[in-house]
C-alpha cells in the first residue's frame, strides 16, 4: 500500500508545478522578433503600404505636368493660283502661333497639384496609422495564441499523469476501470485541444508573415515579446486635443479643404479669357500672267485671336467648386467628431480591460490554483471523487484562458486607444 500512494504521488505532485512549453514541430519556425523589429519590417516590407506610396509619386508628377505650357503650333501650307492655266505662280505658307494663358491659370493648376501632393502624403500616413495598429494587434495576438497553447498543453500533460496513474491504481484495484477509463478519456480529449491550438498559433503566425509581404509562410517569425508595459498614464481630455490636431486622417481632411480651395481658383482662372498670336512667312512664286505679271516676292503677317467665351455664361463648375468647398468643411467636422467618439469609445475599452486583467492578479489565478491542487490532494487521499478534480481543473484552464485572453485584450485595447490618439509608443 505504501509502494502505491508512493508511485501515485510521484505521477501526481509535478500536477501542481509543471510548467511546459509547447510542443510543436519547430521546423518551420525562425527566429523571435520583438514588435519594434516587427513593425520596422512592416513598414518597409508590406506590399499594400508599397502599393500606397505610389500615389505620392503619382501626384507629384502632376506637379510637373501642372508646370507644362501650352505648345506652340507650327503650320505648312501650298498654294496654286492656277498656274497652269492663268499662269498666276505657286507658293508656300509657314506659320508658327501659341496660346498665352491669362489669369495665373499655370499658377493655379500649379498650386492645385501641390495641394493634392499633400493631401496624397497625408492619406499615406493614415494608411500606415492603421497599418501598424492592425500589425501590432496580430502580434500580441499571437503571443495570446502561444499563451494559451501552453495552458492547454499544461492541461494535457496533468491529465496525463493522472490518467496514468488511475492506470496504476486500476491495476492494484484502489478504483473501478469506469474511473480510469475516464480520466483517459479526459486526457485524450486535451490532446485534442492542443491539437487545435497549436493550429491557431501557427495560423497566428502566418498573418504576422502577411502583414511583412512574405510570399513562403512556411518560413514564420515567433513574436518575442510578453504583456507587460501595457499600463498609462492618459488624460482624455488630452487625447481628444491631440487626435483632433495631429492624426493622418484629420490631416488630410483638412487638406480636402485645400484642394477644394486651390480646385475653385483654377475653375476662375480657366473661365479667363485666352490670347492666341501667330506669325506667318508667305513665299509667293513669279506670276508670268501677261496682264498682271508679278515677281517673286515674301509677306510677312501676324496677328492675335481671342476666343469669344460665351460658355461663361454657365457657370456649374463655379458652383460645384463653391458646393465642393462646403462639402469639405462639413467633412471635416464630421471626422473631427468621429474622432472625439473613436477616441472616447477606445478610452473606455481600455480602462474596462485594465481593470479585468488586474481582477486576474490580484487573486482569480491564485485562488482556481490552490482549489485545483487541494482537488488534486484530496483524490490522491481518496477523500474526493475524479468528477471534482475534473471539475476543479477545467475551472483553473478557464480562468488562465480567460486571463490570457484579457491580457491580449488589453493589448489590443491598448493600441486601439494609440490608434484612435494619433499617438504611437508600444515598444
Not at 520596422?40 to 510637373?64: C, D, F, P, T
Not at 497553447?149 to 496504476?168: E, F, G, H, P, R
Not at 495560423?203 to 502583414?211: D, E, G
Amino acid at each position: 500500500m505504501y509502494l502505491n500512494k508512493y508511485i501515485l504521488s510521484l505521477l501526481l505532485m509535478t500536477g501542481s508545478v509543471f510548467t511546459t512549453k509547447a510542443q510543436v514541430d519547430t521546423l518551420s519556425l525562425k527566429s523571435k522578433i520583438s514588435v519594434t523589429q516587427y513593425l520596422s519590417r512592416v513598414g518597409k516590407e508590406n506590399l499594400g503600404y508599397a502599393a500606397e506610396q505610389y500615389n505620392v509619386n503619382i501626384a507629384e508628377a502632376g506637379i510637373e505636368t501642372a508646370k507644362i505650357f501650352p505648345d506652340p503650333e507650327f503650320s505648312f501650307g501650298a498654294f496654286d493660283n492656277q498656274d497652269a492655266k492663268l499662269h498666276l505662280g505657286q507658293g508656300v505658307t509657314l506659320g508658327l502661333g501659341t496660346t498665352i494663358e491669362l489669369g495665373g491659370k499655370r499658377n493655379a493648376r500649379i498650386k492645385l497639384a501641390k495641394s493634392e501632393t499633400e493631401l496624397s502624403k497625408s492619406l499615406l500616413l493614415d494608411y500606415l496609422r492603421n497599418l501598424r495598429a492592425d500589425a501590432a494587434i496580430a502580434y500580441f495576438s499571437a503571443i495570446g495564441q502561444h499563451y494559451l497553447l501552453q495552458v492547454q498543453q499544461y492541461s494535457y500533460q496533468t491529465m496525463k499523469q493522472l490518467a496514468d496513474a488511475d492506470a496504476i491504481r486500476y491495476k492494484l484495484g484502489v478504483i473501478t476501470e469506469t474511473d480510469s477509463r475516464q480520466s483517459r478519456l479526459e486526457a485524450n480529449n486535451l490532446q485534442n485541444g492542443v491539437f487545435q491550438n497549436e493550429a491557431d498559433w501557427k495560423n497566428s503566425l502566418v498573418k504576422l508573415s502577411s502583414y511583412m509581404g512574405k510570399k513562403h509562410p512556411d518560413s514564420l517569425l515567433i513574436p518575442g515579446g510578453d504583456f507587460e508595459n501595457l499600463e498609462r498614464e492618459l488624460n482624455y481630455q488630452n487625447l481628444i486635443s491631440i487626435a483632433q490636431e495631429t492624426r493622418a486622417d484629420a490631416v488630410a481632411a483638412l487638406n480636402s479643404k485645400t484642394v477644394a480651395d486651390r480646385n475653385l481658383a483654377l475653375v476662375k482662372a480657366n473661365r479667363t479669357i485666352d490670347l492666341g498670336i501667330n506669325a506667318g512667312l508667305q513665299f509667293n512664286g513669279v506670276s508670268t500672267n501677261e496682264e498682271a505679271p508679278t515677281p517673286y516676292h515674301r509677306t510677312f503677317n501676324a496677328g492675335f485671336s481671342v476666343p469669344l467665351k460665351f460658355s461663361n455664361h454657365y457657370k456649374g463648375d463655379l458652383k460645384a467648386a463653391r458646393y465642393t468647398i462646403k462639402q469639405a468643411g462639413v467633412q471635416y467636422e464630421q471626422v473631427l467628431q468621429q474622432i472625439q467618439v473613436e477616441v472616447t469609445q477606445a478610452y473606455f475599452n481600455y480602462m474596462a480591460a485594465q481593470k479585468q486583467v488586474q481582477q486576474y492578479k490580484n487573486g482569480l489565478l491564485a485562488e482556481a490554483k490552490k482549489i485545483l491542487n487541494a482537488k488534486i490532494y484530496s483524490y490522491k487521499r481518496g477523500e474526493t471523487s475524479l468528477l471534482e478534480v475534473l471539475n476543479a481543473q477545467r475551472t483553473y484552464n478557464e480562468v488562465q484562458q480567460g486571463f490570457y485572453e484579457s491580457q491580449s485584450n488589453y493589448a489590443a485595447a491598448l493600441i486601439e486607444l494609440e490608434r484612435a490618439a494619433g499617438i504611437w509608443d508600444i515598444r
